[in-house]
């Protein structure tokens, strides 16, 4: 089973990076072959609504950066995880950016171009906000990856008030509920 992680925070050993690494983690003792990108370290163009990728003979978006390689990994992954903080009640620019760019992966019938047979499971890291932060952007994830891509969705992992980007490295609890849940996401 392959399992490929999303983050899109640009904290680097922050909060929602950690969650995931350790799913990730979970994943592996499970016998999962697992990949962590931070769409932060890549170069992610925005969507052009050019049209590129909905005209006949086209498969895929015209830009070249790292989004090929993202497509790819998606294409093969059997399991997504994707890691985002709440900006201003949103997913931050990254992943909004990163989503706009899964349009390229949708024929021009908007049937998907990737496989259907795929889990995916999101993890929300921010400040304050409540449970109902939470829930309408998991709710806009499962729009998106589980209505229109088809995917099975494994639910979500939120952790509250993290302005401290360490708050998840220094709480042992919270590492092994990340373990726990990427070990039952591949059972
Ligand atoms: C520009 C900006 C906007 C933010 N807006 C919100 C918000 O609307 N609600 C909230 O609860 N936290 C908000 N936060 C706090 C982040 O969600 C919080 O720092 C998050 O847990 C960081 O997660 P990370 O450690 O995974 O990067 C905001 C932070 C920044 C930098």
Redesign the pocket.
């Known amino acids: 089973m392959k399992v490929l992680g999303l983050v899109s925070?640009?904290?680097k050993g922050?909060?929602?990076?950690t969650l995931v690494e350790n799913i990730l983690a979970g994943a592996a003792e499970n016998g999962a072959e697992t990949e962590l990108i931070r769409l932060t370290d890549v170069e992610i163009k925005p969507c052009l609504d050019c049209g590129f990728c909905k005209k006949e003979g086209n498969t895929t978006c015209m830009q070249k950066d790292a989004m090929a390689d993202i497509y790819a990994k998606l294409e093969a992954a059997d399991a997504v995880i994707f890691?985002m903080?709440?900006?201003?009640?949103r997913p931050n620019a990254p992943f909004l950016g990163f989503i706009d760019r899964m349009y390229a992966m949708a024929n021009p019938d908007f049937s998907p171009r990737l496989p259907k047979d795929k889990k995916f499971a999101t993890v929300i890291?921010?400040?304050?906000?409540g449970l109902d932060?939470v829930e309408a952007n998991h709710a806009t994830l499962a729009g998106i990856f589980g209505g229109m891509f088809g995917w099975t969705d494994c639910g979500f992992l939120w952790k509250?008030m993290?302005?401290d980007?360490k708050a998840v490295a220094g709480n042992p609890e919270a590492i092994a509920e990340a373990k726990a849940f990427g070990k039952k996401l591949t059972e």
């Not at 903080?85 to 009640?89: R, T």
């Open positions: 925070s640009p904290r922050g909060n929602g990076h890691g903080p709440i900006y201003f009640g890291t921010l400040g304050g906000g932060v509250n993290m302005h980007r």
